[in-house]
């Protein structure tokens, strides 16, 4: 299986790692283009028990069944360990305690992945550009803190990069005083390239979350690596995941 392993000064108690659309079983839209793909979404429309095959492929590489939750743009937050085979709605996951599993599924979305310097608590949240505006990363770091972490860091994982994530005026709307991360696409009145990884670094620093990785890859540009729902619409699902051991 060919897994992305963060780059970031995390404490040795934490393990963290993000797949890529290779190594499993899927076919058709869900496969990958050396051989089958893997899809871990159970909601896009692939063969379920693919789908579980590659849970379970991944499941090897985890300690325990990671908390999948049933992800809705949104800004709550559930501990790990109480939900785990639950897919409760939820957006961010938090763990303290070793050996839960924070897990979020993306196809150009921003999986943003936490940890403290400690090794006290982790964290995982799916932002989007709602996610991002409505605080979804303040309220991750918000619920380590109550958890007992210290200096808190994060690992910007795979998402749409900032060459072809097109949006129109709403979105720049939601982020005022953002203007950097916008750029005019010229001919197209009212249509932008947003910036997804500028914006969150910058709601990061916002969260008092100063030691940023990451964010250097682009899910729409990297058909052979990753799954993209602005690209193919019917694609599958990557996951990102994070725990203490």
């Not at 006290?120 to 991750?140: I, M």
């Not at 380590?144 to 709403?170: C, K, T």
């Not at 990884?197 to 916002?206: C, V």
Request: charged share 20%.
């Amino acid at each position: 299986m060919n897994f992305i392993i963060p780059d970031w000064p995390a404490p040795a108690s934490v393990r963290a790692l993000s797949t890529t659309r290779a190594g499993g079983v899927s076919t058709g839209p869900y496969a990958a283009p050396a051989g089958g793909g893997l899809n871990l979404g159970v909601h896009v429309g692939d063969d379920p028990e693919a789908v579980a095959r590659n849970r379970s492929l991944l499941r090897a590489h985890v300690p325990s069944e990671p908390a999948w939750l049933n992800q809705v743009h949104g800004v709550r937050v559930v501990d790990a360990g109480d939900v785990a085979g639950a897919a409760v709605d939820a957006d961010a996951a938090i763990a303290s305690a070793p050996g839960a599993v924070c897990v979020i599924q993306t196809a150009d979305c921003l999986p943003v992945l936490f940890c403290d310097t400690e090794g006290k608590a982790v964290g995982a949240a799916h932002a989007g550009w709602r996610g991002l505006a409505g605080g979804v990363l303040q309220a991750t770091a918000a619920r380590m803190r109550e958890a007992g972490a210290g200096e808190i860091m994060a690992w910007l994982g795979p998402a749409i990069g900032p060459q072809a994530f097109e949006v129109g005026q709403d979105v720049v709307d939601a982020f005022p005083g953002r203007s950097d991360a916008f750029r005019p696409i010229p001919g197209q009145p009212g249509k932008f390239l947003a910036d997804i990884y500028l914006l969150a670094r910058a709601t990061l620093r916002e969260a008092g979350v100063e030691k940023v990785a990451g964010g250097g890859r682009c899910t729409v540009s990297e058909p052979d690596s990753f799954y993209s729902y602005r690209r193919d619409r019917v694609t599958g699902r990557m996951a990102s995941l994070v725990w203490l051991r």
